[in-house]
């Protein structure tokens, strides 16, 4: 059984930097979509970046593009996401997931779609979270 476990997260200015991880743990498959999601209050989950541990491909939101980078250690211990030029809107709980398979694996299906509602025939793991405030 996977286990995710966040860690991170705090408070920080406006223009600061915050490093997420996300430790890993009972892990059987070879081949997840990992990545990072986040729910501001009142809204639906956004994606915000994923990475595929089958080739290293990495995916971003529109919204934290050229801001965030998400990287794994070899291992598949350990997942990051590395959060620069910190915004207000980025305030809120991020949470880490891994979802059997590819990100990118599904015709027609973008990778936020299959990280956040997984095919059925996927098995998917989410974290607690950790909470950002940037003010």
């Known amino acids: 059984h996977v286990q995710l476990v966040e860690s991170g997260g705090g408070s920080v200015q406006a223009g600061g930097s915050l490093r997420l991880s996300c430790a890993v743990s009972?892990?059987?498959?070879?081949?997840?979509?990992m990545g990072w999601f986040r729910q501001a209050s009142g809204k639906g989950r956004e994606g915000v970046a994923a990475?595929?541990?089958?080739?290293?491909?990495?995916y971003y939101a529109d919204s934290v593009k050229g801001r965030f980078t998400i990287s794994q250690d070899n291992g598949l211990n350990t997942l990051y996401l590395q959060m620069n030029s910190l915004k207000p809107e980025d305030t809120t709980m991020y949470h880490c997931?891994?979802?059997?398979?590819?990100?990118?694996?599904?015709?027609?299906?973008?990778?936020?779609?299959?990280?956040?509602?997984?095919?059925?025939?996927?098995?998917?793991?989410w974290g607690q979270g950790t909470q950002v405030t940037v003010s």
């Open positions: 009972g892990h059987t498959y070879r081949t997840y979509c």
């Open positions: 997931a891994a979802v059997t398979g590819s990100c990118m694996g599904r015709p027609g299906v973008a990778w936020y779609e299959y990280l956040l509602t997984p095919p059925r025939d996927e098995y998917y793991y």
């Open positions: 990475f595929a541990t089958a080739d290293g491909s990495t």
